[in-house]
């Protein structure tokens, strides 16, 4: 799948898409704020936490959308709000070309039913009272689809396609293990037939060896059943694997946005170099020469966020340009620097071709930035991940 779909903010300089290549969803200046007030008899509003600050993207029809970021940086918060499990304070969310923030009652009930998600844990998403049948067939039942018997049929069905027994139908939830329980969630959100999946780190409570196979099984279902993911983790090395494009996320904000095989070729942005310097290349070669950035200081408050670019306090590019005043003072926003692919930075020509970037890409013995601090990648992440599942082998990535 071709990469190029941009954020609506600047499509005029992206590739325009293909036709009947028009996105499932388009998501413009999502906004998500939380409020935060004081008082306990007279409550009142002293500020909000900006979970989603403006936050714009596309996906097409079949495309997997990786949305990737540190904890507390929005990604979930997205995700609800695309599905409205939020109503976002900001912004439009086009649905197959409805706006789902306009919607109420019914009418987005019936839409919900397009979209499913599928959760982090799987211990704490399924009903430890309910049997597999009930948990699989609820979205069925809540939708009013089929009589009882024709949705065990179903839940069966969706077992068998999970690669589950069908027979387990009766069993509860403490019964499995956790591998086993995501097959259950990911069998729940296919009950309905959606066309939108919204992964929220879907392997990250797993072992090692089983998250392979569930990212298998996803990319064979999105196979069979033409689904379009928005797959969210921490991880570069998790999304690289199963995404089209890769969103990085900072702060509420999306930073960078490019086709995944290119963010790990020519980062552009220093936060999404910086995440980059932490995945291990398995060749023991190139990743004796890398470094890993460390990025300084902790991760702001989302309820205060830096002024400007909100990565100047951490930003190594920054400080080896001698403290630009313009990051403190101007919001940089999503441009396109080339074909589909969008930085948010005033300076990101000097990140191409940085020693920085060279290093994390190539692990060519680039000499160190004097100031980007680096400390060797520790032995442990220098071994290939048993968590990356092989490439795809329809050249995603
Ligand atoms: N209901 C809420 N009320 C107030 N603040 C919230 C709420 N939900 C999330 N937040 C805050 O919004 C920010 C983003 O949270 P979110 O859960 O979206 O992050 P995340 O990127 O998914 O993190 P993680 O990787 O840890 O899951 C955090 O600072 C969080 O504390
Ligand atoms: S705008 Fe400035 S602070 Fe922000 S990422 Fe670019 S160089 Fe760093
Ligand atoms: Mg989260």
């Given at each position: 799948m071709s990469s190029g779909s941009g954020a609506a903010t600047s499509s005029a300089q992206v590739p325009a898409p293909a036709p009947g290549d028009a996105p499932l969803l388009s998501v413009d200046d999502l906004h998500m704020w939380f409020p935060i007030t004081s008082g306990l008899i007279l409550e009142r509003h002293v500020g909000d936490v900006r979970a989603v600050d403006g936050v714009s993207f596309d996906i097409r029809r079949g495309e997997t959308l990786g949305l990737v970021g540190e904890s507390g940086c929005g990604k979930s918060t997205t995700g609800r709000a695309i599905l409205r499990l939020y109503h976002p304070t900001g912004g439009s969310v086009m649905f197959d070309g409805v706006d789902l923030t306009k919607l109420e009652g019914e009418p987005l009930r019936r839409m919900r039913r397009r979209m499913q998600m599928i959760f982090q844990d799987p211990y704490a998403s399924l009903n430890p009272r309910m049997t597999v049948g009930g948990i699989v067939g609820e979205p069925l039942a809540v939708h009013g689809i089929g009589s009882h018997a024709e949705r065990r049929e179903r839940v069966a069905e969706l077992l068998d396609v999970v690669g589950l027994n069908p027979n387990f139908l009766n069993r509860y939830p403490h019964e499995f293990s956790g591998g086993q329980r995501q097959r259950i969630g990911v069998a729940r959100a296919l009950a309905v037939n959606p066309d939108l999946i919204i992964a929220d780190e879907p392997i990250s409570a797993l072992d090692v060896s089983i998250q392979a196979q569930i990212i298998n099984l996803l990319e064979k279902l999105q196979d069979e059943f033409h689904l379009t993911y928005l797959f969210i983790a921490h991880d570069l090395s998790v999304v690289r694997h199963v995404s089209d494009r890769i969103a990085v996320m900072y702060l509420g904000r999306i930073v960078e946005m490019v086709g995944s095989r290119e963010l790990y070729?020519?980062?552009?942005?220093p936060y999404s170099v910086a995440l980059l310097s932490a995945v291990p290349i398995p060749d023991p070669e190139v990743e004796k020469h890398r470094r890993r950035i460390i990025l300084t200081g902790d991760v702001p408050s989302p309820a205060s966020p830096p002024s400007g670019c909100h990565f100047h306090t951490r930003c190594w590019l920054r400080e080896r340009l001698g403290n630009p005043e313009r990051c403190v003072a101007e919001d940089p926003v999503l441009r396109p620097l080339s074909s589909g692919h969008q930085v948010a930075c005033h300076f990101a020509e000097e990140v191409d071709g940085s020693a920085e970037q060279v290093l994390q890409v190539t692990g060519r013995a680039a000499a160190p930035s004097a100031t980007a601090p680096v400390v060797p990648t520790p032995p442990s992440a220098a071994a290939?991940?048993?968590?990356a599942p092989p490439p795809r082998p329809r050249g995603r990535g």
């Open positions: 070729e020519r980062p552009l942005h290939p991940s048993a968590a």
